[in-house]
């Protein structure tokens, strides 16, 4: 467990006087962003490697402020480390423990450096490694749902428009049709990583410094692909924070309707689906009850981050240039939709995997022979008839509510072919939707392949990714 934080005027001394204020409970924000301890330490390493680099510090300097450094994120990853709620805020809480390790060699290491970019870096860095985590946990859900998509790949069922029946899919179609939204949330996420992957350590409080610091060195050191190009926006902006969340709100949207979709086939109206340990627990008072919780709660949660993306935005939407207290908010909205969201997958793979489907219930449900109506309509159109005329043809047939068989669909309209009895078989339907993106199994087996392909660029991009955290866990290592 982590240290117990320390209240004012504890044994380590009094605070620095720039956090100094009877309002410092309210103002404290260390209990949210503690969790950033980490990304701080290693982006105060490579600051302190950069002002060696152009001077401002010895090497013998550096490497002492390096070691103290490594050891205050060693004492807060064993527990041990004295967090003080009165020094404000996780930077000041390092520095000072810095200090008291070094003297005044310790106060060296905020030199050419102020907090607005120091918690720049820290969120980007984070932002990172935030990204990098979820989009390992949409890769696995992407698999379970390939995994069940191959399985089920020939297995008939209803297709819905406005939750009525309206043509005949297959399961693997259909879950084929939740892969591909996570896998433009996958993209938005790898662009976002991209636009967040930009450092802002050198911008100071907002206009930069007099000393001769070079950002594109600890921008190098930390895995950046650039350094900010305005010293004012580096610090305002949380253009990151932001589009990470509406990425997160769209992908809790997605993963709440792949919730509702189970809620229903688990129902006894629908019973698509065989009850399983994996989607939930029971009724507390009601023994036959098996609930869908997993996926009612996916639903659930989409709420919750969605109103973070909410609360962010209104945070930003007032703000003038330059860094304001208000931006201590930003934080909060982020670390909670994470959570979240990460839990939600990880529950929604668990159960996609465990899902087992009813195939005589679906096979039954889709041999509903109004499901193949356009499939006569378009048995007309072959026959040279206009679509709109074949289409009003069929509705009125379907009107006299006669059976959907060839002798009676031939005495309404002679059109109608010898072979139209071909045309109301389900099977027979699904293999003649041939089209691209279609359910038949050629088409099917086509879309698979494309998703596996997708997967594997997705698999090189995380990799990609992996390797600027492995920089920031290589900075926390203690060196030779």
Known sequence: ??????????????????????????????????????????????????????????????????????????AIVAGSFPWREDLEDVHTN???????RLGSLGAKVHTARSRNDQIALDERLYLREAITAVRQEILRLE??????????????????????????????HHLLAHFWPLVR?????????????????????????????????PARILGFAGTFENSIDAVTDRDYFAEFLFDFSLLAVHLSSIGEEIVLWASQEFAFLRPAAALGSG??????????????????KSGRVIGD??????????????????????KAPVFDAVDHVVATLNALTTAISALEFDEARLLAAASDPRLL??????????????????????ARYLALDRPLEAKPLRGFDPRFGDDVQKVLDVRASLA?????????????????????????LQRYSISKHAECIELVDALLKEGP
């Not at 008839?385 to 009003?392: S, Y």
């Not at 993106?437 to 594997?456: C, F, T, Y």
């Open 1 to 74: 467990m982590a240290a117990t934080v320390q209240s004012k005027g504890g044994p380590s001394g009094a605070p620095p006087s720039y956090v100094e204020s009877p309002a410092w409970r309210f103002l404290a924000s260390l209990p949210v962003d503690r969790k950033l301890a980490r990304y701080d330490v290693a982006g105060s390493i490579a600051h302190v490697q950069m002002l060696a680099a152009v001077g401002i510090l010895t090497i013998d300097e550096a490497g002492a402020l390096t070691k103290g450094l490594r050891a205050v994120h060693a």
């Open 94 to 100: 390092i520095e000072v423990s810095l200090t008291e």
């Open 143 to 172: 698999l379970a749902l390939l995994d069940q998509a191959e399985a089920n790949a020939q297995v008939p069922m209803p297709g819905y428009t406005h939750l009525q029946r309206a043509q005949p899919v297959t399961v693997g």
């Open 185 to 217: 949330d996958d993209q938005r996420l790898s662009d976002c990583f991209a636009r967040a992957n930009v450092s802002p350590l050198g911008a100071a409080a907002l206009a930069g410094s007099t000393l001769p610091i070079d950002p594109a060195i």
């Open 283 to 300: 009724s507390s008072l009601m023994p036959q009850k098996r609930n869908p919780d997993v996926a009612e709660l996916a639903r659930g």
């Open 309 to 330: 993306l909410v609360s962010l935005l209104t945070t930003l939407k007032g703000l003038p240039q330059g860094y304001n207290r208000d931006l201590q908010e930003d």
């Open 373 to 394: 109506a356009t499939d006569l309509a378009e048995h007309l159109v072959a026959r040279g008839v206009p679509f709109r005329e074949a289409h009003e043809t069929v």
């Open 432 to 456: 003649a939707r041939k089209t691209p993106g279609g359910p038949s199994l050629e088409a099917i087996r086509i879309q698979l392949a494309r998703a596996h392909d997708a997967v594997g």
